[in-house]
């Protein structure tokens, strides 16, 4: 789920332009629309949203002093949300070259809602990307792995690509090696026997118990590569 609070003078225009998102990407939620810059950080303070929509010319407090106070505050309002700017006075910001790191993207108006689309759309994919690698890293980290290996790279990217892939059946050699091995310029075999010793060497060193209770075997057993990274993707699904 992106999250999304529009600040723009013009409510009436953004209350539609956002009825035409939600109609595009069902994963996109509103969680407020304002026309005034201090409104904007009080929601803030409250629920940073993954992206804010943010006008330069409002009543009160405008645009720009929303990124001065934003910036400021880096670390308790950037940590997540990606500030997009749609206003009319774009060519101002290149006389504040200060904010433009801060600034995930820029529209004039007027503007298109595809135009405007693609950013969410990507904004909403990076999102959903950051969730299952930290998702995977946190599952990984239940079992002992020498984590200073490429071979441990290429496991983690094995587990991401397979869920990405929304297939439960997932086919190692026949897809997912060789799309690693694409990546890393190495044969699917390469990427395979240096899984195999990543995994011989995790199972070495990682407790029977643990390994029992992850996988709910009743008796002490080793699950091979597939079934130890298709479990990982089943409870991503749940």
């Known amino acids: 789920m992106c999250t999304v609070l529009i600040?723009?003078?013009e409510l009436a225009t953004v209350k539609q332009l956002f009825n035409s998102i939600i109609e595009r990407n069902k994963e996109v939620k509103l969680i407020g629309i304002t026309n005034n810059g201090e409104e904007v950080l009080n929601i803030m303070?409250?629920?940073?949203?993954d992206i804010l929509l943010?006008?330069?010319?409002?009543?009160?407090?405008?645009g720009f002093q929303v990124m001065e106070k934003l910036i400021a505050e880096k670390k308790k309002y950037l940590i997540k949300t990606k500030i997009i700017v749609i206003s009319s006075y774009i060519d101002k910001l290149y006389r504040h070259r200060?904010?433009?790191d801060y600034i995930y993207a820029m529209l004039a108006k007027p503007y298109s809602v595809d135009q405007l689309m693609k950013f969410i759309d990507r904004i909403d994919e990076e999102i959903k990307e950051d969730k299952i690698e930290k998702?995977?890293?946190?599952?990984?980290?239940?079992f002992?792995?020498?984590?200073?290996?490429?071979?441990?790279?290429?496991?983690?990217?094995?587990?991401?690509?397979a869920i990405r892939n929304n297939n439960m059946k997932v086919g190692l050699e026949t897809d997912i090696y060789k799309k690693i091995a694409i990546i890393h310029k190495k044969s699917p075999i390469q990427i395979k026997w240096a899984i195999e010793k990543l995994m011989n060497s995790m199972y070495m060193n990682t407790?029977?118990?643990i390994i029992k209770s992850?996988?709910?075997?009743?008796?002490?057993?080793?699950?091979?590569?597939?079934v130890f990274i298709q479990h990982i993707v089943d409870n991503y699904k749940k």
């Open 207 to 209: 407790r029977c118990e």
């Open 135 to 142: 998702y995977v890293k946190e599952e990984l980290n239940t």
């Open 98 to 100: 200060e904010y433009l």
């Open 7 to 9: 600040a723009d003078d």
């Open 45 to 49: 303070e409250k629920d940073p949203p």
């Open 214 to 226: 992850y996988f709910e075997f009743v008796e002490d057993k080793k699950p091979t590569t597939k």
């Open 144 to 161: 002992s792995f020498n984590k200073d290996t490429d071979a441990y790279k290429y496991l983690k990217e094995t587990i991401c690509v």
């Open 54 to 62: 943010l006008d330069l010319m409002m009543p009160k407090m405008n």
